[in-house]
């Protein structure tokens, strides 16, 4: 009786034609595709960046927390709260809307960064003048008060320009730049961190401060590429304006919720509580 020959090796049963040097040379195809993409080498930057950033940040809340204590920590954290909230409240969906237009329509970029930093000024104006009112007129709920209920207004139009303006860079498939600006706001952040530590001034407000100095060299860094990028001067449009906002605020609410529910919790436990517990 004649046996069955074994299957060779190389090849695998029922699968006609595949073997392992075929596979090997898909893989191999398949890579040299991959790092001859600029979109792949892109998307590994990014997740590299996302990576550090991950790490910086961890390193970042382990220094404040140890450094602050409980009390301090919880007053800080209400600040970036307060922040946080106000930028999700004036940004209007507008982050969003910026990266699809700008995508689709490059010469739309002068004027999506002059309604970016027109929004910035008007509505974070008016984000900083109702936190101010009801730091002043209800102290128990934003216990802000002196340079750390300053320097927080002072973020909050910042960082909504940084928000709006960055996401052009997105639209526009600049992401390496756009991840340079990150890892160098996160570098900044923590180096003065780590200094204010080390000349032994700690308070929340000095924290705080180094993170706003970081925004900035962050937004000074936006603005210095899209300055290059830039066909012409920024300058609002109305109209525009008006069309983006259609386009953004379907998804506006749907942030602000979502940012509401991972931060609305720090102030009901400060307001119930006190700063300790919230910190």
């Known amino acids: 009786m004649s046996r069955a020959p074994s299957p060779s090796p190389e090849r695998f049963p029922g699968i006609p034609g595949l073997s392992l040097p075929s596979l090997w040379s898909a893989g191999a195809a398949f890579w040299q595709r991959a790092f001859a993409s600029d979109f792949a080498w892109k998307v590994g930057e990014t997740f590299a960046t996302r990576v550090f950033l991950l790490a910086a940040g961890v390193a970042a809340g382990v220094l404040v927390a140890r450094s602050l204590g409980p009390e301090g920590r919880g007053l800080y ?24 237009f700008v995508a689709r329509d490059r010469s739309l970029m002068p004027r999506l960064a002059g309604n970016s930093l027109a929004v910035s000024g008007v509505v974070g104006g008016l984000a900083v003048a109702g936190l101010w009112i009801l730091a002043t007129l209800r102290p128990e709920i934003a216990p802000l008060h002196g340079a750390l209920l300053a320097l927080t207004c002072a973020s909050i139009p910042l960082g ?17 730049s756009f991840n340079r600006i990150e890892i160098l706001v996160r570098l900044v952040s923590l180096s003065l961190i780590v200094l204010v530590i080390a000349l032994a001034k700690v308070t929340p ?64 436990v400060h307001s119930m509580l006190g700063t300790r517990e919230a910190g």
């Open 77 to 100: 954290a209400v600040a970036m709260a307060f922040a946080g909230m106000s930028m999700q409240f004036g940004n209007l969906g507008l982050h969003t809307a910026n990266a699809y």
């Open 160 to 176: 909504l320009a940084y928000m709006l303006l960055q996401n052009l860079l997105i639209g526009v498939q600049d992401v390496r």
């Open 205 to 268: 407000a000095a924290i705080f401060a180094a993170g706003l100095v970081a925004s900035t060299a962050g937004l000074a860094g936006v603005l210095r590429r899209l300055g290059r990028l830039l066909p012409e001067r920024p300058h609002p449009s109305p109209v525009l304006l008006r069309a983006h906002l259609v386009y953004g605020l379907k998804f506006y609410l749907a942030c602000f919720f979502s940012y509401l529910v991972v931060r609305f919790d720090l102030l009901m």
